[in-house]
């Protein structure tokens, strides 16, 4: 997710809707408790709602061990019966969270914080100002080799796309070609299947294009990839090096046989901010307008969110049987939902 756009896009759209929230509430009352009217049936249930807590992202390392973060330096944990508020020691703003066990957890945004199982911690990064760094995603192979990207304000305030290392030691900024930076304003997920296959994907505007949305690295030089659209790309996952899927603004959906990006018939215009999957024929994508598609490995289809007015942020999953997706509403009650699908 797109730090940069996150509070002030969310109080736009409470603004364009207020009308027809007004509208919504007339028809439908029950539409203000987050829950669909009438009654027909939904394949999510709600398992968590928080007044004050923003979820934007949601990892875990089991189905008894989930983490939810947002703003404002919302942590949230399930143990598989409760969610809980932990303490984060920050009121930053938190885009996502990835982590290799339950003692070995990064979550990332206008900071960067580490658990160690008993305590969150802020750390540090080598050459560059933690106040200058916005980040959007983080992901890794290993407890000594994490990546995050985002972006990086510049003396004159502009932004400038970051790809940020981990070493088990030290966070560091990459080197990004001139020319990749050139046609680079911000960075919004991360993802792959080795030290040697990571894939980013650029969320901001290019200075001179906007088709140069995806970078790829090889374990040595980071380089641009033809996405084929000009939509706005928001985050990015995959089963293999040869089954990657991104997704983006107006429904966008991308997929990656390992030698071309092709677009997937979404079947939506919504905003897509999130994809996750068990396999490359259980996928889950989640964005705006309630939004939840699933792929079945042939074609993508909408499941009821069971909601009326979330835009959903984030989606991940133990098992196809044990999925989880934050969000928070356009309008109404100040507080943050936590849905889960049990198959």
């Not at 990835?98 to 750390?123: E, K, Q």
Request: hydrophobic share 40%; proline share 2%; glycine share 12%.
């Amino acid at each position: 997710m797109d730090s940069g756009t996150t509070s002030t896009t969310r109080f736009r759209k409470k603004l364009t809707i207020f009308a027809v929230g007004i509208l919504a509430l007339a028809l439908c009352p029950c539409s203000m408790m987050l829950v669909a009217c009438g009654s027909g049936g939904s394949d999510w249930t709600r398992m968590y709602r928080g007044k004050g807590h923003y979820p934007l992202s949601v990892w875990g390392s089991s189905p008894t061990d989930v983490f939810a973060v947002g703003e404002p330096g919302t942590i949230l944990r399930y143990d598989g019966t409760t969610w809980s508020k932990m303490d984060s020691g920050t009121t930053a703003l938190l885009f996502d969270v990835w982590g290799t066990s339950p003692s070995d957890v990064f979550a990332v945004g206008d900071t960067i914080l580490h658990y160690d199982g008993s305590t969150w911690s802020r750390m540090e990064i080598a050459t560059v100002a933690i106040e200058r760094v916005k980040l959007s995603g983080v992901w890794g192979t290993s407890s000594s080799d994490v990546f995050a990207v985002g972006s990086i304000r510049n003396d004159d305030w502009s932004l400038e796309g970051a790809v940020l290392h981990y070493d088990g030691t030290t966070w560091s900024r990459m080197e990004i070609a001139t020319v990749v930076l050139d046609h680079l304003s911000r960075l919004s997920g991360v993802w792959g299947t080795s030290s040697s296959d990571v894939f980013a994907i650029g969320k901001g505007i290019s200075r001179y294009s906007i088709t140069r949305t995806i970078l790829h690295y090889d374990g040595t030089t980071w380089s641009t990839m033809d996405s084929g659209v000009t939509s706005l790309l928001s985050d990015v996952w995959g089963t293999s090096a040869s089954d990657v899927f991104a997704v983006g603004d107006e429904g966008t959906i991308l997929h990656y046989d390992g030698s071309t990006w092709t677009v997937m018939d979404s079947g939506t215009t919504a905003e897509l901010f999130d994809v996750w999957g068990s396999s490359s024929h259980d996928v889950f994508a989640v964005g705006g307008r309630n939004t939840i598609l699933h792929y079945d490995g042939s074609k993508w289809s909408t499941m009821s969110s069971g909601t009326t007015n979330l835009t959903l942020y984030g989606v991940w999953g133990s098992s196809p049987s044990d999925v989880f997706v934050v969000g928070w509403p356009w309008f109404g009650p100040e507080a943050g939902f936590i849905l889960h699908y049990a198959g």
